[in-house]
């Protein structure tokens, strides 16, 4: 009997990534890391098959740690998923919310939930992410304190949900991206498509401003244009895009191949299913 395949996330069970897990991959296995390194090394090892990392938030902006591990990790992106992010405040059983006077959570759903936090007058203690917060409320028993974590984390945990859907923004959505060893490009011609790719600019004057001008010259939409150091220099040289189309598009084609005159080390990340969330 094949034993089933396994998809690797960030966080303890309960988390958003493990909830997206589930929605996307719910006949997989599913391996809890303790950071995302240890999950592009589980993937790596052959320990697991995929890995589902979160890249972008709408309120928090870009993932930064994912865009330094991408480029030489030797993993392939191969679909992307969009995930409304919701957060409950939730207790230990049979407590109140008046009760409550501690709330814990990770750093950045903290931030995503002032208001209610404000509201009631809760003293924020920051954990190391949202599912590991729900656990250390359901372990230490006591009423007066909460955790800001996913609905997931209430089932597994066994808490009661004493405010629903508390973050301050109702459009806060995190996109995540499936992870691969092998590269596994989507179809041309069968439904929208994303391309990511890295490249270095030339050190020549206008470098960067030449590079793209064959993308707008060409009818290529770019969704994303991020820079980050390399090599610990203030320098910023190596930038990470995405751009809507297949390689084997003709505007696209020409564009990359434009691309190449003005840069160095381009590397295509991934070709792979547009999700319907963009449009």
């Known amino acids: 009997m094949t034993s089933p395949r396994r998809i690797a996330y960030q966080g303890e069970p309960g988390a958003n990534s493990h909830q997206v897990c589930r929605q996307h991959y719910p006949d997989w296995d599913t391996l809890p890391c303790a950071s995302f390194e240890d999950v592009f090394a589980a993937v790596e090892a052959g320990e697991a098959d995929l890995a589902m990392i979160p890249i972008d938030n709408s309120i928090a902006g870009r993932v930064a740690d994912i865009h330094h591990f991408l480029p030489d990790s030797g993993l392939h992106i ?4 969009f995930l409304r992010i919701r957060f409950h405040l939730l207790g230990v059983p049979g407590a109140t919310l008046d009760q409550v006077k501690t709330v814990h959570s990770h750093v950045h ?28 409320v359901a372990e230490a028993a006591d009423p007066t304190q909460a955790a800001i974590s996913p609905p997931l984390a209430a089932e597994i945990y066994g808490l009661e949900i004493l405010a629903e859907d508390i973050e301050d923004e109702d459009h806060n959505t995190t996109r995540f991206v499936v992870l691969s060893r092998e590269l596994v490009e989507a179809a041309a011609g069968n439904g929208p498509v994303v ?16 590079a793209l001008g064959g993308f707008a010259t060409n009818g290529v939409n770019m969704t994303k244009l991020e820079s980050y150091m390399v090599g610990g220099h203030f320098s910023a040289t190596q930038f990470l895009a995405e751009v809507d189309g297949h390689p084997d598009d003709v505007g696209l084609a020409h ?8 840069t160095t080390d381009v590397k295509i990340l991934g070709v792979y299913p547009a999700d319907a969330f963009r449009s």
């Open 109 to 136: 759903a903290l931030g995503q939930c002032r208001k209610v936090i404000r509201e009631h007058g809760l003293v924020p203690v920051i954990s190391g992410d949202t599912a590991g917060a729900a656990r250390e």
């Open 195 to 210: 391309t990511s790719f890295i490249f270095n600019v030339r050190n020549l004057p206008a470098a960067l401003y030449k």
């Open 78 to 81: 191969i679909a992307e998923h």
């Open 255 to 262: 564009a990359l191949e434009e691309l190449q005159f003005f």
